[in-house]
Structures are given as structure tokens and as C-alpha cells.
């Protein structure tokens, strides 16, 4: 019998946008095409955090590499929807990843500044080499040219939560993707 949560019907969104078992199969292939890529080469993994807590460990699932994981804390939203246009590190990597072979990850690439900026941090430390993989491609919202070597899906430009994407810290724990509804998008 399932649930009552994952039956419950989420008011506080405009629409489901990506439905948990939709986002569980896309993470069991990004987890196969990563394999396929390093072979059966050790890789770091370094998750972009808060926002990519829930995606990095599920996809960490389903690698059979030997992984080594770091955490990067980045912050552009703060309690908006839309970034303030500086990316600022809050908490810096401890792992060495020179000569290393880095696979970065993210909940969302949007206006491309955040991986930009983390990604010159890390080819500052001579990695081996760098990928990046995020949950969620917005192309909508770019505006630094960036491009991931993986995308889990390409979405509207709408404002999600859902799956570690927060508003004001709020509804990481959806585990379904949804466009917030505007009136949510208030602190209150």
C-alpha cells in the first residue's frame, strides 16, 4: 500500500513539473553514462551544496566507481528567485583533485554563473579532468555561456522547487519537481 505522502497532491504548487519516478530513472541513466565514460577510473565527486544534497546521493547509488565526495557551498539566491548575480563561496573544498578526475554536480544550471565560477576554481587545482552534471538545464535563464557534459532534463524557465531546489530553504524535501506557485514566492 502506498504511502499517504507520495498520494498527497502538493498545494504549494503551480504543477508537478518532473514526477519522482520520472527523476529516478534519469538518475539510474546519468549514473550508467558516467560509468561508461570514466570506465573504471576512480572519480571525485564534488556536489554543489544545499541544493544538490538529494541528487548527489542518489546518483553516488548508482555508480560502481571508486568515488571520492567533497562539498562546495556556494551561495547566489539567498531568499530570492532570482540570483543576485554574484556567486560567492561559503565553504571551500578539502580533498586535493590534483591530477584527479573531477565530476562536479549540481541541482540546476541557469544563468551559468555558479558553474562558471566553480568550475575555474577547480581547473585552478589541475585537476586530471572536469565534467559537470546537473539535475536541471534552464537555457532560458543563461547568461555565461556554460554548457554540462550531462543534464538529467531540460526545463522552462519557471521557478522549481523540489528534490534539494529550494525557496527560503523550503520544499527540498518534495520528491517530486514543481513550478512554485507565484504566491509562495513570498517570505512570509
Not at 538545464?137 to 522547487?161: M, Q, T
Amino acid at each position: 500500500m502506498p504511502s499517504p505522502r507520495r498520494t498527497r497532491a502538493y498545494p504549494e504548487l503551480e504543477r508537478v513539473l518532473i514526477a519522482e519516478s520520472a527523476i529516478r530513472r534519469r538518475v539510474r541513466s546519468l549514473g550508467r553514462e558516467i560509468m561508461t565514460a570514466y570506465g573504471d577510473e576512480p572519480i571525485t565527486v564534488i556536489a554543489i551544496i544545499n541544493g544538490a544534497i538529494l541528487f548527489t546521493a542518489d546518483l553516488l547509488r548508482e555508480i560502481d566507481n571508486p568515488v571520492r565526495l567533497d562539498c562546495i557551498r556556494i551561495s547566489s539566491y539567498r531568499n530570492n528567485t532570482k540570483s543576485s548575480g554574484r556567486p560567492r563561496v561559503i565553504q571551500a573544498l578539502t580533498l586535493d583533485i590534483k591530477d584527479r578526475h573531477v565530476l562536479l554536480l549540481d541541482d540546476i544550471l541557469d544563468t551559468g554563473r555558479t558553474l562558471s565560477v566553480v568550475s575555474k576554481l577547480i581547473r585552478k587545482k589541475r585537476p586530471a579532468s572536469l565534467r559537470v552534471c546537473v539535475l536541471l538545464d534552464k537555457k532560458g535563464r543563461r547568461e555565461v555561456p556554460f554548457d554540462a557534459d550531462y543534464v538529467g532534463f531540460s526545463i522552462p524557465n519557471k521557478f522549481v522547487v523540489g528534490y534539494g531546489l529550494d525557496f527560503a530553504e523550503r520544499y527540498r524535501n518534495l520528491p517530486c519537481i514543481g513550478v512554485l506557485k507565484p504566491e509562495r514566492q513570498v517570505l512570509g
